[in-house]
């Protein structure tokens, strides 16, 4: 069974390479090529899954190795597979998601000329990320870690004759790189600590390793969480990220390949849970990070970004259960699988409304699609009403278990993580609700685009609705599925472990509390974008508004630090480097030059000038002579 | 006696070079197919000594002696460890791809006007006038001595090739220049032949300086052989003050810092990678310049260890001041030649940071890194090349757009820029992480600073595709053709051999590994061990 | 008579030669300056052997005197043909040498 491992990478990975060396004859068959080696690798994932679910909780985990990477004394690096239930999880959504992405491309990406290159992009994602949560090293989870992020850098500038798309994968590139500096530094430092950095070994070992060690390792593992998760501070790529083609944002930037953070951390759970403080550094980012991508989704006017906006926010709670340790592990995988259902569901429904809209962004334009485009709206509504809680549907399972589990940390942090969660879901309620509100309800708010279009909104074809709808069953289903008899806390608790924490209310007190902060927060939405008109044009709005449509300042702050600066500093390193270091050299030659030049002077041709300095040398030498002499 | 197979290597391609410099004027096809030849067959020569060598074996395999100048005990000797074997690899490999590349550089223009820093004679006597046997026969002449350098196991020798090779380097600076330039026309020929000028003045000063340590040392040891010495001062027959092996081992280091280049005797590289034409630009970043590397691994260390790390917590800094810097400096630069020449500055920052760490990954992921970085700037650097000669220009602002005109070239562009900036799963990874590990467990806060040169990199990289490749067609490269037959064919096995070392190193680490424990034998060091010791 | 004198007298005429070479620009006057000053040298040379009371500096007299003679032959060749050439004898428009 193990030998199968290899193949779900590989799968998506001989898609990638024969669409993208394939060459033109492809472009006719190119997108059924992706999507059927993306469906293999599902495939192939479902067989190991009912092959692991055969087994006994305990010896589920599948090991494979290849062969030996990079063999260095002392630095044994293999390129070997670790399949156990956290890895299964991720894999399941992964090729899940994936594949429908792939079935929903085929329609969304039908008239762009690239459409071949935009599967074989996808496919490389697949198996970039495959390779990342199957990995059984550190060394090797890089390596996928940073493939995600050459992937994503592909996609999301796959409209490259667009100079904003172009410059949005840089940034996410950049700020991704920034991550990935901790993720290498975490890895030295498991190499000085430990001398390996397999799985096995390093979490098996953590106990013999002094705390301080470890929360650097922890702290720098968070870094990298930070950058790939679009975490504060390392967020601002993510709204950016939305210049790519939807189905991309679906898929990387909202389902899989964001909450590669969230996996990096409960993997490495042992390590964070022998590092406290580390811990808690990673709940506060997350908690912080929730109110913050709360607060830009309210403000974003651009349907993709306000998405982009709750997609930070939901993984922000991630990351929060993420730190609370064991108590929240299970916890954030479980609303990362209901979330990447009903946000790739969102997506994709966001994708289909600007497909009938001429890709037109911006929800003030729209309004009263539900007439227009009723799959889209059933769709998009189910998640929609997932994402902010409402009770029986996934989202409700998943992010309530989140608050309780704040609450249960305990102390003065587990009120306030607690509070800021609550918070978070009141805010997503307001954010979601006008969403909502703004694309589906109301009046009709269109105009012709740029060149004169005007827009006639219409359903999207089969191979769009269809994942629409099956992630729409997700998104109602899958939390209830989960939570019955604690099935998904079962699965993973082999290998995350649990611990209930002790709460200081009871649960059904907090499931009450969400409720009334739901209703509060879709009551406000109602009030201001349900009941009057939306203006087409935004108003000028307040100071916090202004400051997240501008994403809290985040990239004012990068311009003026990190761009202007950096620019400032490279042009006047070029100008030390050519004056001063290079200065030095030539100045050296010049004023030998100078010199020569100078003394060339004496040579005047004169016969009677050479005399002298003849007879002046002479005369000096017998000087000379006569003086050493009488000395 | 067995066949010589180390100086046949070093041979044919000299032979080569007559040969090919003697193929009459009118014939210039006759004389590209020729040098390509020899260099093919010194690829099958130096596969041999890949496949003969034994990793396990003797420290130096294959190896050669001859007397040669008996009164001053200079040998003519000959042997290869892994790190020669590598680098050796290395050369014999990149040089077909770098006369393929430099196909047509050397065509007499249609326009030819007599070019005055050249040293040929210019358009009044064409009949006489033979400038592509003349680059070809150059290029050949630097692989025979580059070959030979890796060989050699005599100081005396070694310096002499070590100098020697500035000669042909010179005339091919200077005399084949890249037909686009950053300036006017008029001052194209003066800004190549300050190029040429300023590298020969460069390596001659390191050079000088080293032959007053090859004499010193000569004084001191009484000979030139390298075995014999390090065996000397391994069993303490041979004491040296420590002074004097400071002094010796600066006078090396020197020349070979001037080389390899490191910050701040770097400023020679990106005025001579961006007059040359893009071909002897590989030819300088990727083959020679791997031999000041190269030698700090091989003279510096064996011949002085005690020096060696005496020197270096100020070498490290130096290092790390060359990765910082040559990043930020190719983030500034306007002109994209340039702006890979200082990529390869930081990148030999990072060689020399791992050779200096004296710990088995460092030294390991060093010498990886240096056939790495050949692999991975001939890629970038030819696929550059392509695109200069497409549009005439060096400037970065005269493109825009390429990548919807030209996909493959663009594609290849990006792979190499990849590759430049480490991208797991492309070669240069291996070694970058290696070096960084190694630095990393000798020195916590090199490792880190090195780091922030991973970051650079991906900005520098990125800035350049994106203000090349992407964004609206720019006018001017909207005729520009996508790659040939012949160019496809120069850049697709590099990717490819970047992607195999990428995921399976084992072959060139196989080779290496050994060497780089003899070398840590020789400076007495051994890896700092881990804090815990993990069940493996 | 004190042949110390004749050292006297060599310098005195040693120092009119060379002023003479330092100051005149006929190149005959500078060339019979030179003579002059060779033959200083000869009465030194001579006068020394005279003091020291060995050969030696009378032999070294005549060489001088050979190689005096075979200077005139080539000086005056190239004094003549300059002459012809730039219609001047002064050394100062000879002065082509300098860059």
Redesign the interface.
Known sequence: MENLIALLVAAPLLGAAVLLCGGRRLDRSGHWIGTLLAAASFVIGAVLFTDMLGKGADDRALHQKLFSWIPVEGFQADVAFQLDQLSMTFVLLITGVGTLIHIYSIGYMEHDERRRRFFGFLNLFLAAMLLLVLADNYLLLYAGWEGVGLASYLLIGFWQHKPSAATAAKKAFLVNRVGDIGLSIAIMLMFTTFGTFAFGPVLGATGDASEGKLTAIGLMLLLAACGKSAQVPLQSWLGDAMEGPTPVSALIHAATMVTAGVYLIVRSGVIFNAAPDAQLVVAIVGAVTLLFGAIVGCAKDDIKKALAGSTMSQIGYMVLAAGLGPIGYVFAIMHLVTHGFFKAGLFLGAGSVMHGMNDEVDMRRYGGLRTYMPVTFVTFGLGYLAIIGFPGLSGFFSKDKIIEAAFAKGGTEGWILGSVALLGAAITAFYMTRVMLMTFFGQKRWQPDAEGREPHPHESPKSMTIPMIVLAFGSVFAGGFFSIGDRFLHWLEPVTGHDHGDAPISATTVTAATMVVLVIGVAVAWSVYGRKPVPAVAPRGSLLTRAARRDLLQDDFNHVVLVRGGEHLTRSLVYVDHTLVDGVVNGTAASMGGLSGRLRKLQNGYARTYAVSMFGGTAVLIAATLLMRAV | MSFPLLTATAALPAIGAVVTAAVPAGRRTAAKWTALFFSLGTLVLAGLVFARFEPGGDRYQLTESHAWIKDFGVRYDLGVDGIGVALLGLTALLMPFILLAGWHDADPSPDSRPESGGGDTGGARPYRWRPTQGFFALILMVEAMVILSFEATDVFLFYILFEAMLIPMYFLIGGFGDRAHAGTDDNAAAQRSYAAVKFLLYNLAGGLIMLAAVIGLYVVAGSFSLAEIAEARANGSLEMAGSTEKWLFLGFFFAFAVKAPLWPLHTWLPNAMGEATAPVAVLITAIVDKVGTFAMLRYCLQLFPDASKWATPVIVVLALVSIIYGALLAVGQRDIKRLIAYASISHFGFIVLGIFAMTSQGQSGATLYMVNHGISTAALMLVAGFLITRRGSRLIADYGGVQKVAPVLAGTFLIGGLATLSLPGLAPFVSEFLVLVGAFSAYPAAGIIATVGIVLAALYVLVLYQRTMTGPVKESVRAMPDLRVRELAVVVPLIALLLFLGVFPKPVADVVNPAVQHTMQDVQKKDPQPEVEAAK | MNPVNYLYLAALLFTIG?SG??IRRNAIV?FMCIELMLNACNLTLVTFSRMHGNLDGQILAFFTMVVAAAEVVVGLAIIVSLFRSRHSAS??D??????
């Open positions: 060379a070479v330092l500078v050394v100062d000879a002065s082509l040498m300098k860059l």
